[in-house]
């Protein structure tokens, strides 16, 4: 079973950018998608982006412009590039793995990374 964590939150003024780490423990060229999402306090957890087999993202609307996710095989790792940042970004942010088309996302949820977008 591959294991995500993620890395790379902190703290951040307004416009700037970051770059989340997920690494896997294993192959993620096994895995149909990995996805990045968020859960602010008070409020559910949402999709930020996805990625599918072999590099296919999807950004829901709301996520379009700012946000890049992209994914390098070599290092089983998946990257949220995340630009010109606002306080509503901050959050938890998730990542997790759909391991089949049409499959579930996996129940179990890591630690996740904190970002925090304040001048």
């Known amino acids: 079973q591959v294991q995500l964590v993620e890395s790379g939150g902190g703290l951040v003024r307004p416009g700037g950018s970051l770059r989340l780490t997920c690494k896997a423990s294993?192959?993620?060229?096994?895995?149909?998608?990995i996805g990045w999402y968020r859960q602010a306090p008070g409020k559910q957890r949402e999709l930020v982006a996805s990625?599918?087999?072999?590099?296919?993202?999807y950004y829901p609307n709301a996520m379009k412009g700012r946000f890049t996710i992209s994914r390098d095989n070599a290092e089983n790792t998946v990257y949220l590039q995340m630009n010109t940042l606002r306080p509503e970004d901050s959050a938890v942010y998730y990542c997790?793995?759909?391991?089949?088309?049409?499959?579930?996302?996996?129940?179990?949820w890591g630690q996740g990374t904190q970002v925090t977008v304040s001048s």
């Open positions: 294993g192959d993620i060229r096994s895995i149909y998608a």
């Open positions: 997790n793995k759909q391991t089949h088309a049409r499959g579930p996302w996996d129940t179990d």
């Open positions: 990625i599918t087999r072999p590099s296919s993202p």
